[in-house]
């Protein structure tokens, strides 16, 4: 099977730039997905395809992708950015999400 | 608007069975993949099954399969999850998302979620 592994937490203070890491085998060849969770929220996609931005989506929020990591950034990091962050790729005709990250802002 | 709006959700026993439903509007559902994604208490995101526009392709994450059948009716604007063999592990909340491609053949970022149902297995 294959793994995403991400960082449990991550904190940021106030304005500054969050990044959040998604590691996998070889992910750099793979399309990688990106949501962000609320406490009782459902999940919204905030990156598809390694870099876009959905409609909506503020533009500090980034996407790169490349070898082994994959890496959302979010840029400016506000108290309403706090939530749960997930990857997510397609492999072997399944879905695959990484354990998600904690963001707090400080 | 776009909507999904999930039910179905309750307390079972283990062993037991529940269908979830996820009804769509807003939008050509039957253009559109769409997927079964859960949360259990503590844990992060679990997909569970996906399924095609036309149901050509259905596909389960490996602790599904033989348990959970997923299916759609495209004139009811309806997705399905038939959840069978209920274990405590199953205890989640259950989302569906469509998938974002308009009349795609392949799988891509879920776009649109419902807020969930909660399914409960316990004795």
């Known amino acids: 099977s294959y793994d995403l592994t991400q960082p449990l937490s991550v904190s940021v203070a106030l304005g500054q730039a969050a990044r959040i890491t998604c590691g996998g085998d070889h992910i750099g060849s793979k399309d990688v997905h990106w949501y962000q969770q609320k406490p009782g929220q459902a999940p919204m996609l905030v990156i598809y395809?390694?870099?876009n931005r959905p409609s909506g989506i503020p533009e500090r929020f980034s996407g790169s992708n490349s070898r082994n990591t994959a890496t959302l950034t979010i840029s400016g990091a506000q108290a309403g950015d706090e939530a749960d962050y997930y990857c997510?790729?397609?492999?072997?005709?399944?879905?695959?999400f990484g354990g998600g990250t904690t963001l707090t802002v400080l | 608007e776009v909507h999904l709006v999930e039910s179905g959700g309750g307390l079972v026993k283990p062993g037991g069975s529940l269908r979830l439903s996820c009804a769509a509007s807003?939008?050509?559902?039957?253009?559109?993949?769409m997927n079964w994604v859960r949360r259990a208490p503590g844990k992060g995101l679990e997909w569970v099954s996906s399924i095609s526009s036309s149901s050509t392709y259905i596909y389960y994450a490996d602790s599904m399969k033989g348990r959970f059948t997923i299916s759609r009716d495209n004139a009811k604007n309806s997705l399905y999850l038939q959840m069978n063999s209920l274990r405590a592990e199953d205890t989640a909340v259950y989302y569906c998302g469509r998938d974002r491609l308009f009349g795609s053949s392949w799988f891509d970022a879920f776009d649109i979620w419902g807020q969930g149902t909660m399914v409960t297995v316990s004795s």
């Open positions: 997510q790729v397609w492999v072997g005709s399944t879905w695959v």
């Open positions: 395809r390694d870099t």
């Open positions: 807003g939008f050509t559902f039957s253009s559109y993949n």
